[in-house]
């Protein structure tokens, strides 16, 4: 939360040059090897409750995308710098993923045991982005430093402007587009590490300040209530009875989203909270046999967040040399590659200051 990265999309004249491309990092083919130990690593340090390891990774894996642009290519085949031109068709989508070789894969395939997440896609006011991000500093500046390197292990916090829309479930003003990337357990009754920090963010933003749930993203608990957030919702709601009387487009999901025939999607059982079908209101809805209980957030007193009762976390140090080895130093081998096949640069150049990327620290 101290290093923003800008980047400003332009249009440009047909005939300038360029044939740049955006094969996005997270689209690329990635070794199947390389995913299923990456994941490996970070289920250990959720297991063992060393988040400095995953501020270690972060750091390593996030040097390495801004070197290569995260995945910008000039002529087609490398990052050279900036600015990328290319034609419209090229710059606004990628997905070289699907054309992976036996030994590759799309980082998300679930025929590998590679990475597997929640992700929260909000959009706020841009009158209100302001405040919101003011408590998110204060939400870290409460904390441990280690608590958001889940998130940066995914990009950080990825945020794109939006304009207003007329349609009946578009955003009603302006806003900023919030995407949040994390971690989440193949085990629905096993807890995250710092669970209660995302709760409080997820919650600020969708209760104190309206924010807006992605209609392709979020867990259940963005859509409660969500209809009485849009002015025209009534008006869709008729438009959707005139032209699908028998409700063939719908189903228990979207009844659920939109209050037909049932109240709402929130189900509250043991553990609910964790996978965020419901906001805790009691400890069993959290996971009180592993130690996390349903507590008020930080910032956002009236958030109800499930929170590890609190202990030391071990020095980062501590925490890296209690890993396995073979875990650990395998991963490091692994990015150093990645690197070396993305920016077609010495692996060992990795660790020379003069190849990190100089970004603007925003307090």
């Not at 805790?280 to 910032?299: I, L, T």
């Not at 007193?301 to 130093?329: D, H, L, N, T």
């Not at 660790?351 to 307090?363: D, G």
């Amino acid at each position: 939360m101290k290093t923003v990265m800008y980047r400003k999309d332009d249009r440009e004249p047909v005939s300038s040059d360029g044939n740049g491309v955006n094969d996005f990092i997270g689209f690329q083919p990635t070794s199947k090897k390389a995913l299923t130990t990456i994941r490996k690593i970070e289920e250990i340090a959720e297991a063992t409750n060393k988040a400095g390891v995953k501020c270690s990774i972060s750091k390593i894996e996030f040097d390495m995308i801004i070197k290569s642009g995260t995945g910008l290519k000039n002529d087609g085949h490398k990052f050279l710098g900036y600015p990328v031109i290319g034609y419209q068709n090229d710059m606004q989508s990628s997905g070289s993923c699907l054309a992976s070789a036996d030994d590759t894969a799309c980082p998300w395939d679930p025929r590998i045991k590679g990475i597997f997440f929640f992700e929260i896609g909000i959009g706020i006011n841009i009158s209100k982005i302001g405040p919101f991000l003011s408590d998110v500093k204060k939400l870290r500046d409460k904390i441990s430093r280690n608590s958001f390197c889940g998130v940066e292990l995914y990009n950080g916090f990825l945020m794109r402007y939006v304009k207003a829309s007329s349609a009946y479930l578009g955003k009603q003003e302006d806003s900023v587009e919030i995407e949040i990337t994390y971690y989440r357990s193949k085990d629905p009754s096993t807890p995250r590490l710092y669970e209660d920090v995302l709760e409080e963010i997820e919650q600020m933003a969708l209760m104190k300040y309206g924010a807006l749930p992605h209609w392709g993203k979020n867990r259940n608990l963005a859509f409660d209530g969500v209809l009485k957030k849009y002015n025209k919702y009534e008006a869709f709601l008729q438009v959707k009875s005139k032209y699908d009387p028998q409700g063939l487009f719908s189903n228990e999901w979207t009844d659920g989203v939109l209050e037909i025939g049932q109240v709402g999607v929130i189900i509250k059982k043991d553990g609910c909270a964790l996978e965020g079908l419901c906001v805790c209101s009691e400890d069993k809805h959290c996971a009180p046999d592993k130690g996390y209980f349903c507590k008020s957030g930080r910032v956002y007193k009236e958030a109800r967040v499930c929170r590890r009762q609190e202990e030391v976390e071990p020095s980062f140090f501590r925490a890296f040399f209690q890993m396995p080895g073979w875990c650990v130093w395998t991963g490091i081998l692994l990015l150093s590659s990645w690197f070396a096949l993305h920016t077609r640069a010495d692996p060992s150049q990795l660790f020379k200051s003069s190849l990190w990327p100089t970004l603007e620290p925003r307090s």
